[in-house]
């Protein structure tokens, strides 16, 4: 009976050595870091449930000191997502004049069902392009990959700080 105790203890600790080595792969790092900020409650609140039930007009509203609205930081993820994304794919990315601006402020109320779709829409593509790399590509994009995962946080944090202060943020979702 011993001896099975101890061959069972030592076979399970070599199945959580497995997990966590398996869990710590550049790849299934970089895929944990963009699934948190796209549709994964983690340990922050992710993009789709930022964004989830807004009307346009909410979207649009601003504190009027110069903040952007939850609108605009959307289009702005989307933005950046699908420049960088292109680019990691080999293709070329949308024109860009270089002011940064610009990727906040071409957002359209009325384009926003279509903005929430294409946010999601472009972090499920990044998240196929990471799953189908390979290893030599993953080492030499991860800081890319892993600095879009950090800017994506950013500005989720700051969408829920502007449902919070419109007062539209339910802090059931997170973030009390």
Partial sequence: MKTFVVLLVLSLSGYVGAQEQKASTLKSILLEQLRTTHNTKDWFVDANTAVAGLTAEQASWTDGKGNHSVGQLAYHLVFWNRQTLAKFKGETPEKFSGNNDETFNKF????????????????????????????????????????????????????????????????????K
């Avoid at 392009?129 to 800081?143: M, N, R, T």
Wanted: glycine share 6%; hydrophobic share 40%; net charge negative.
């Fill in 108 to 175: 359209d109320a009325k384009q926003w069902a279509d903005t929430v779709k294409q946010l999601d829409e472009v972090m499920v593509e990044w998240e196929k392009a990471v799953e189908a790399a390979d290893d030599k590509k993953l080492a030499a994009e991860a800081s890319t990959i892993a600095h879009i995962g950090t800017h994506n946080a950013y500005h989720i944090g700051q969408i829920v700080f502007v449902r919070k202060e419109q007062g539209s943020w339910d802090p059931e979702k997170g973030v």
